[in-house]
Structure formats: C-alpha cells, structure tokens
C-alpha cells in the first residue's frame, strides 16, 4: 500500500464474472448504485406525488367527500373527508420524502455516483464498499420512512422541519407519536448514507481524476458534486446533533428544546431549561445548505447540457466556478432567514438579511452565464435541452422570489405564507424537478444502451412544466394575499375567501401535471427495452462518459489509456467532418482553447 | 483562456499532497464528526447562556481527576504516534507493543470516565435534572461526555482489532496511520471538552 | 441521432417562455394584498411594491431574453461566436450581478431597514393599550390590566383548561380588575397597541394580515410587538406556524373600535355574564 497514492480504485475489481447478486443488488459498481439511487429515488417521488395528489385534493375542493378514498384508506378519511390530522402527516411526509429521498437520491447520490468517476476518468468511486453500503443504508432510510405511516398515530405531522415542541411532545399531535421517532430514525440513516456518499464523491474528485484531468478542466456538473458534498458533509452533522437531541427530549427525559411551564393539552410538564430556538438554529444551519446541496447539482446538469445542444461552449467557465465556491461558502452563514420572526433579535435578523442578500450577486452572475450561454448559438430543442431551459426559467424565477424572503421586512409579511411554497418549489422542488428529467433524457442512452422516445418526452416537456410554473408562481401571489402554509383548508377565514378560485385552479393544474407523469413512467419503461439502440455519443458532446461505450463497461474505459487534453467544452471547432473535440483528442489534432 | 500555472499535483492523475484517496476519506471524515461535536458544544453553549442558575463545574467534578483523565488520553496518543511511526519504518514488533499500549490507555480512560459518571450518578444527577442547577447541565453532561465516551470505546475496538492484524502480520502502514488519524482526533476533541464544559 | 429539430417546434418553445412570463407579470399586477389598517404596514407595503416592481421587470426581461436567444437560436446553423474573452465575460456577467446585487441589497439598506428599525425600536407611547396574549392549542386568550394598568400574577402550575386558563393567582389584588376574554379583542382608535405575547404549548405564530404583524410565539419567551392601527374595522387574527390539528381554524378577532366604544366594549367584558368565546 506503499504506492496508496497512484492506485486507481476500482481498477482491481473488474471481474466480469460475478454473479447476478453481486453485479445487480450489492454490486461495488458506481454506474449500478447510481442506478439504484436513481430507481429507488424515482420510486420515492412517486409516493410524495401520490401525497400531493392527496393535499391539493383536499385544498382545491375542501368541501366535497371522496367515497373512494375512504375505502382505500378508511383511517385517513373516515366518512369520506379528510381527517386534520392526516392532512398534516400527508404534507409533513411529502416534503421529507421529496427532499431527501427524491431529490438527494436521485439528482446528489444517483446522478452522482454515476456521473462523477465517469466525467473525472477514474475507474469507480474512491472507496466503493462505503458506496454499496451508502445506498442499501439509504434504502433502509427510506423504507423506515414509508414504514411510519402505519404506526400509532400515524406518521409525523410536525412539518418536515419537525420544531419542538410540537414535535417533541407526543401527546401535541398525533403524528409526534411513535411516527416522529422513526422519522428522526430514518433521517439518522439517511445522514449516514448521505455521507458516505459525499465522502466518496470529495475523495474522487480529490483524489482519483485521471492524468490530464485538471480541476480547471472539470466539467460544471463534477464542480457542482464536489462543491455540494462539501457542502453537505460540513451541514448535515448540525442535524445529526439535533435529532439525537430531539430524541432524548422524546424518550429520556432531558429538555434540550423543551423550556419550564409546559401546558399541552391540559397535561402539565416538568421539563425545564430548554428552548425550541435551539432546534430551529442547528435545524436551519443544516436546512439552508441542504437547498444549495440540491440545486447547484441541478445547475451544473444544465450547464453541461445547454453546450452539446447550442454547439457553443459554456459562457464564462471559470467564472461559474467561482460563483459556486462563492455561494456554497455564503450558504453557510444566512441560516437566519428561515427565523425573521421567530423572536430572533431584530439586529441578528438585519445581519441575516444582509449576508442573504449578498448571495445575489453570485447567483445572478451563474444565471447569466447560463443565459449567455444560449445567446448565439445554434440550437437543437432536444428533449433535454427543453427541461434546461425550464431549469433556468425557473432558478431566474425562483431566485427573484428569494429577494423577497430574503428580505427581512418583506419576510414579517411573507413567511409561512403560500409565498415560501411557491418560492421552494421553483426552486429546490422545480430546478431539481427539469434538471432530473432533462439528466435523465441525457444520460438515459449512456445508462441503459438506448434512446429515449423524444415525440413522448417533448409531450411530457409540455405537461409538467407548463403546470407546474403555474401552480407555483400562482401560490407566490396567494401568500401575498396572506395565505399560510399548513392550512388543511382556507374556509375559516373571511380574508382568505378570495384565494378560493386559485386554488381550484392550482389544484387543478396538480392534476394534470401528476397525471402527465404517467407519460414519463411509460417512456422510461418502454425505452428501456424497446428504445431505439444508442450510439456511443449520441448528442455529439465532449465531456469524458461520451468517450466509452454506451453503456460503459465495468471499469469504464476499458484497457485504453485514458489522459485527458483539454477542458470540457470544447464546441464550435473545426475536427474532420464533427465541430467539436472531446477531452481525450489530443492537441496535435485539435488545437487546445482552454 | 490558457490555464494559469499551477501545481502539478492538481492536473490529475496523482493525489493532491501525495495523500492518497484513503487519508482524504479520513480527512473529511475527522471534518465532519468534528463538526457532530461542533454542533453538541454550539448547543451547550447557547443553553448555557440562556440559562440563569449554570452551576460551577470545577465544584461538581474534581479537577485533579480530570487532570489525570486527560493526562491519560494525551499519553495514549503520543503513544499511537510512535506505533504509526514504527509501523511506517516497518518495525512490526515495536509497533504491536506501542498499539498495545495505547488500547490500555484507552481502556483506562474509558474506566476513568465511567467512575465520574457513577459519582455523578450516586450524586443525582439524571437526564431530566440534577442537583447543582439548571437542567441541561446533566443533560449536556452525559450528552457530550458520552458521545465522547462511545468514540472511546470505537477507538479501542478499532485499536484492538488494528493490534491483532500486526500480530498476524496483516497490518499496513496506511492502516495504522489511518487509526491513528482518528484516535489523534479523539484525543483533540477531549482537550475541547475539557475546555469548554470542565474549565469555563 | 435525433440532434435535428424543427425550427417551429424551437419557437413554440421560445413563445410558451414569452407568454409565461408575460402572462405571469399581467396576473401578479392583479393580485392585492389584504387592506391595510396600521401605521407601519405602509412601509412594508412600500417594501413589497419597491420588490414587486423591480423583480416584476426582472422578470419580464429575463424570461423575454430567453425566448429571443431560443428563438433565433433555433435559426441559426452556425454559431455567431465561440469564445468570448474572460474579461468580457467578468463585464458582463459581473455587471448584471452587480446591478441585481444592488437592487436586491439596496431595497435591505434603503427602504427594508429603516421599517424594520422604527418597528422593533419603538418604544411604546405612554398611553398605548398593553394587551397580553397567550396562544394555546387552538385558541388565543386575550387579557387587558384593568384600570390599574397592572397584570396580576400567575403562573403555569395554576394553569386549568377549564377553570382558570391562565393560572391567574385570584389572591393578587392587581389581578382583580384584570379583564380575560377568548379569541375576541378590541382597541381603541388613535393609541398605540403594545401586544405581549405567550404560549401555554407550541409554537404559534399571531398574525393580523391586515397590519402587517406576525411575530411567532415561541414558548419560554415573551416578544412584544408594538403597533398602531389606523382606522376602525373589524378584523381577523391567524395563526401561521404549525401548531396542530386544528391550526387552520385558530381564529380571533381584532377589533379596532373609536374610544368611546372601545371603553363601553371593555366595561361589557369585564361584567361576569359576558366575556367568554364570541
């Protein structure tokens, strides 16, 4: 182990002569985990879609009764309408598991463990046993989760920020039962799966690119996975702290979040010396890194994408490279905007305002480049390329609801309305939301050998983003008519008699964008056998994974020496009868621009 | 856009620093359960200062005994940099006897600790309370002295298994260097511990 | 392979981009926030205009940017221009990311700041109604000190759901003419209202969308808020942090009465018979 330093990891396990099991369920091999996260994370959206379905079924018409689901689920909605307390266990689940079971699996740890050791040219990840076992502990994360909603009292009801005391006191709701402890539970695996995944993913980059493979000649996406499990690795143990705390509180008796002269219900409690702000701090120094975890991932999918589909390299590389080193950087330190009027001081929220606000100016340059990229080029409106454009449709219009949250005068009005779920879902429920499916067009050639069917997909293209940016840039304009979030209904109140009609029309714009997913579903499944073949670079693209065949064998390139000449948008050039040149041809053929 | 120069170990193909993917691993490990630990004394801190009735730790715990805890837990560590280096220089014996020694110091440190805990115990002191102050002071107590205590006990398990793999001829001296990164790292946790909850 | 598109399949993309956000800034100019009733509200409107505004033709050009790059990108068989040089792009892209920074912090500095600080900083007029209200799972109990401006004491381990709500200690002379209603309160016109908040429970969050007030009440701690309505009307309290099952129908009222009625409204609830929830 003398000569730890040049071993090439993965280069010593390419066997081809394992066994189903070890090549397909506890398989060592990046490209498998990675499809397995992706799988396991598709299958977990679709349950959190089946959730939305529930709550805007019961927001858009609060006043009708649904037979056919209280069969199917005669405890959540005995005589047909919707029980209170499983609205708030069906909102609190769909946001956990859209975040860290859809969104972490498939675009951090899928798309990263596939991506990654593929576009630096390393054989596997660095450590691949601590990747098998990153995503069968997420596997058990998330089976946990989906296990609590059968639990006494059903699952957590506590908001997917689970604060205390509401959380910490079983008799508050009646998902804070036994369905709050197997959340906490679930997100401890899920902390420790995530982070051996983004130990893995810092280590590759760090350590194992391939000769020639300079960090200035990485693509976007490999800098975005690099700079987001960083990122990740340095957020997620304050949440780690905080679950475990959250669960003594619970079972043993201490008072971390719980302060003296409790009344709940009726019932008188000793705890004594806590506070709930606490949580809310170590929660939120995860939380809003964790936004930045998924979506830089989502910004540098597009970023590779937009290039191969305008034939024009990226504008302004290096400089987008900074701008994600600036933002992961000043993520760290703006956790105080989620609190504003939490009884923070007002001078700790001004500091907070202002630190969050300098986060435009980074974000603002990357979205430029990224529209500076399209200017001029020639494009192909591929499937992919579609959903690029929604990524930045949607990071411009999101971003721009974030000047307003921002804001900590804006916010005293604003948080906790519709504003904050329409904000977050453009942002880390949509940027993800087209970056996972134009990836999953991109990459789906490289992945299984065959194309997938662009007259469905472009169809799709048209069903859920179209919706999806109405339903969500409406909710923007309900939380300025005051509309909070949480609500199982907007009937109580006379301000709120208004917002009646757009919710109708959010609600029904749900429905179409959920039942156009089923267009997805069936392209996916049918592509994956009857897909027509793909050839090795089918979208004629220069970063690294195009370079080997489709799909890549086990160990990725094969026996050919791999060096890398030059960086990885390299389009636009004269090379025979093709106008680009991939990382691997050499200078001699191609001169090198960058 | 002609790179700028720049090291050579950047360009790919060899590990930055020459370190090698296994210690990065350890490295970024170290960083993140170092920050579990951040969070817990973060968390301390700030119950500490919202809290009105902080009880003295030097008057509840002996000082000279933390001293002494300490003063163990320091020895073990020097001894595990002179394991790592005769691992490195290939002198397998020499090494075997000082890992020994560090898992005894480790052994007795983790004895150490649990005769605190049963003198605070037989004191009153409870999850939910105790009888110098405020509530959260046991609390954070047993907390953090036993998530401490737990990466002890890890440390000696992983110290234990490191001893026998030399004696059988099976160690590396990565491997050892590896353990040693994270007992290194145990040990420095203490010395903040024992600053932040038994000093101040 | 299929890298080949049309260019009217292009531009219909490009179009659903300019209709969207062109549709989507005609729908928000549309949109009116509940009406205003206090004197600070006025600045946090004029922060959300100044916001609304300025994003608003953000938002228009960005999304009208994008269509025209797609629309004559699709076009175009040969790109216009490979690389452009690194300073070039620095200018660019750091003009406009400055030009939003700016934007972004100078609305924090200029008009966010100086609402925030005279809300937070102000110190309660002499004559201001001190009002306390202490939020339980799911309701808001309302208490006024009387005409000796003093609270009585009382304490959580007093505290019955039925009998006595806030634990009031009876023995406490101050705590006599202490006036406690549920879910229903009043001030006068013309003063100051200086609110003291609690909670029994959970986590609430008092809100009055039409002045402008939200402030959580995180159990353990007292905020206070301080405002001043500007006109009479009745009005409605939400609350708006997760507070259980019934959070959705935590409703109070909040009426802002002339001085004569707000006097004969106080004296009405301090007699035994009335009082209680409306």
Sequence with gaps: ???????????????????????????????????????????????????????????????????????????????????????????????????????????????????????????????????????????????????????????????????????????????????????????????????????????????????????????????????????????????????????????????????????????????????????????????????????????????????????????????????????????????????????????????????TMTITLPMTVFGVNMLASLRGGAIRMGVPMMFSCAVLALFGSGGLGGLYLGNATADMQLTDTYFVVGHFHMMIGGVTLMATFGGLHYWFPKMFGRMMNETIGKAHFWLTFTPFFIIFFMQHFLGIQGAPRRYYAFTAYDFLRETRIQNLVVSSCAMVLIASQSLFVVNFVWSLFRGAPAADNPWEATTLEWTTSSPPPHDNFGQAELTVHRWPYEYGVESGDRDFADQRVPPGRVPVTA | MMPVARPAAWDGGVCPFAAGWQRVLMWWFIVGDGLLFGAFLAAYGYARLIATTWPDSSVVFSLPYLAAMTLVLNTSSAMMASGVAAARRGAWPTARRWLLATTLGGVLFLGMQADEWRHAIAAGARLSGNPWGDASFG?????????????????????????????????????????????HFVELVWVFIFTLFYLL | MSTQTSVFHSSTVALLFAGLGLGGAWYGASIVMPSLASRHGAGIDSMLSYLLVTTGILFVAGYCALAWFIWTGARRRRIDQRLTRRRTEWLVSGALGLAVGLIAEGGVLAIGMPVWSEYFDATPPADAVTVEITAQQFLWNVRYPGADGQFGRNSAAAMDDVSNPLGLDRADPAGRDDVVTQNVMAVPLGRAVRLRLRSKDVIHSFFLPNFRVKQDIVPGMTPEVVFFPTREGSFEIACSELCGLAHYRMRGFFDVLSPAAFDRWLAEQATPTAGGPR
């Design chain 2, 139 to 183: 609390a954070y107590f047993f907390l953090i002295t036993g998530f401490h205590g737990t990466h002890v006990l890890l440390g000696v398990l992983i110290l234990t298994i490191a001893t026998a793999r030399v004696a059988t001829r099976r160690a590396t001296p990565l491997g050892i260097e590896l353990v040693g990164l994270y007992w």
């Design chain 1, 1 to 355: 182990m003398s000569h730890a330093a040049t071993t090439v990891p993965g280069h010593d396990q390419s066997h081809p002569e394992l066994g189903f099991i070890r090549r397909y369920v506890f398989s060592l091999d990046h490209k498998v985990i990675g499809i397995q996260y992706i799988v396991t994370g598709l299958l977990m959206a679709l349950v959190g879609a089946a959730l939305a379905t529930l709550i805007r079924l019961q927001l858009g018409w609060p006043e009708r009764t649904w037979p056919l689901l209280a069969q199917l689920l005669p405890k959540g909605y005995a005589g047909g309408v919707m029980a209170p307390e499983f609205y708030l266990a069906v909102v609190t689940m769909h946001g956990t598991i859209m975040v860290f079971f859809f969104m972490s699996y498939v675009l951090v740890s899928g798309f990263g463990n596939y991506l990654v050791p593929l576009q630096v040219g390393a054989r596997d990840m660095a450590f691949p046993l601590a990747n098998m076992l990153s995503f069968w502990i997420g596997a058990l994360s998330a089976l946990l989760m989906i296990a609590s909603f059968f639990v006494e009292g059903g699952a957590a009801a506590a908001g997917w920020t689970a604060y205390p005391p509401l959380s910490a006191v079983a008799t508050a709701v009646p998902g804070s039962g036994m369905g709050q402890t197997i959340w906490l539970l679930s997100m401890a695996f899920f902390i420790a799966s995530f982070t051996l995944s983004g130990l893995n993913i810092v280590a590759t980059v760090f350590s194992v690119r391939a000769p020639g493979m300079s960090m200035w000649r990485m693509p976007l996406t490999v800098w975005s996975y690099f700079i987001a499990s960083i990122l990740g690795l340095l957020a997620f143990p304050a949440l780690t702290a905080a679950a475990v705390m959250l669960l003594f509180d619970r079972h043993a008796g201490t008072s971390f979040f719980l302060p003296a002269g409790l009344v709940v219900g009726g019932r008188h409690l000793t705890n004594s010396g806590g506070s709930p702000l606490l949580w809310q701090h170590l929660f939120w120094f995860l939380g809003h890194p964790e936004v930045y975890v998924l979506i830089l991932p989502a910004l540098g999918i597009a970023c590779d994408i937009i290039p191969a589909f305008t034939r024009k390299p990226i504008f302004g590389y290096r400089l987008s490279v900074w701008c994600l080193v600036a933002v992961g950087a000043l993520s760290m330190v703006v956790w105080g905007h989620h609190m504003f009027v939490s009884g923070m001081s007002p001078f700790t929220g001004e500091y907070f305002s202002i630190a």
